[in-house]
């Protein structure tokens, strides 16, 4: 048996589905019969069109610009695209090869169902943003009173010196240490949760940004009263697609977020916005808290950094956060800037190519 039968034999037994394209001809040469399974198919298809009309259709653009790349000469990996079988929604993930041989040019495709895979990871995706933000909010609502705590502590002990009472100076003492060492605590924690999540590596995919930026706002919405902030998150269209790494990113939103909260005064108000553009996509965090004193604009992205501050109710900061935030972003080929201006507010800016 030569290799191109093994080949052959491979295809019809598997359960991922092979397909080979005829560029040429502009019709498929070879279908295996999990594509016969996958698309409902009663009978061979040929033509092209008949399947990339099942493509979803914020697919397909995508899709098409993956496979024409791929016939550039680029090589292509886990092209992950929806496809729908009358009310049923199903995900690919396709891997397309170029064949030259005998004057022929025969784009082949592999591709895995993994819409179980999808489901479990768009679950656990959404879980683990709406943790963070949950615990944005907790550490804002802890480490607020225990500031304020803190600083009454601090001139309670002032008031009382007078009195030369050891015992009272002990008791002082002990709330604010504790009540330093609390906030530091929870500091500790978010800088921590916010580093493991930033040191790992890359791992981008398609992802539609206005549901998840949405997502992650979606507490910040709910608890608007109870953390005196208005809170509001748009965008220039339903749906925005961008390659990203999803937790990363979105950990960078959070934080950015965290930022505003902790340099808006109640009252103030807290706006995301997500743009799309020819090339790229524009994505803004802005406030009109107390801003950011002009002396620290030229070093706010460098590593422990002056610019770090405490925050309105004694958040500590470790300088860390917006050299880390400018990393992520330039990891994606994207840009960070911002504008500030004292007792006016703050709003950054964040770009990302819409495809790569």
């Not at 090869?97 to 993994?114: P, V």
């Not at 804002?140 to 009173?145: C, I, K, N, T, V």
């Not at 601090?154 to 009382?160: A, D, H, N, R, V």
């Not at 930026?213 to 608007?224: K, R, V, Y």
């Amino acid at each position: 048996m030569s290799s191109s039968n093994y080949l052959l034999h491979l295809a019809e037994r598997s359960g991922n589905l092979a397909l080979a394209y005829d560029l040429s001809t502009g019709q498929f040469k070879y279908m295996n019969p999990a594509c016969f399974s996958f698309f409902g198919l009663e009978s061979e298809v040929t033509e092209a069109s008949l399947l990339f009309s099942k493509v979803h259709p914020d697919d397909q653009e995508y899709v098409l610009d993956k496979l024409n790349a791929c016939i550039d000469g680029k090589i292509i990996d886990g092209v992950e695209c929806r496809f729908t079988r009358g009310k049923y929604q199903r995900w690919l993930r396709i891997t397309p090869h170029l064949i030259l041989e005998n004057d022929e040019k025969i784009l082949l495709l592999e591709a895995q169902d993994i819409t179980e895979y999808k489901t479990q990871l768009e679950l656990l995706n959404n879980h683990n943003i709406k943790k963070n933000s949950i615990l944005t909010i907790l550490a804002h609502d802890l480490a607020g009173p225990l500031g304020i705590i803190q600083n009454l502590s601090k001139l309670l002990g002032q008031e009382t010196l007078q009195l030369q009472n050891g015992k009272v100076d002990r008791y002082i003492n002990m709330i604010t240490k504790i009540s330093k060492s609390s906030i530091e605590l929870i500091q500790n924690f978010l800088n921590q949760e916010f580093l493991e999540s930033a040191d790992v590596n890359l791992f981008k995919k398609r992802i539609e940004l206005v549901k998840k930026i949405t997502l992650g706002t979606e507490e910040f919405l709910a608890m608007q009263e109870e953390l005196r902030i208005n809170f509001s998150c748009r965008a220039s269209a339903d749906t925005i697609y961008a390659e990203i790494d999803e937790d990363k990113f979105m950990q960078v939103i959070n934080n950015l977020i965290s930022n505003s909260l902790k340099f808006t005064p109640a009252g103030g108000k807290i706006e995301v916005n997500i743009k799309e553009n020819d090339k790229d996509i524009l994505v803004t965090v802005s406030d009109n808290g107390i801003g950011i004193p002009e002396k620290f604009h030229a070093t706010l992205f460098d590593k422990f950094t002056e610019a770090r501050r405490t925050g309105l109710q004694g958040e500590r900061s470790t300088g860390l956060g917006m050299s880390i935030i400018k990393t992520i972003i330039e990891w994606h080929n994207g840009e960070i800037w911002f504008e500030s201006k004292e007792n006016e507010g703050t709003t950054f800016y964040l770009t990302l190519p819409k495809y790569e």
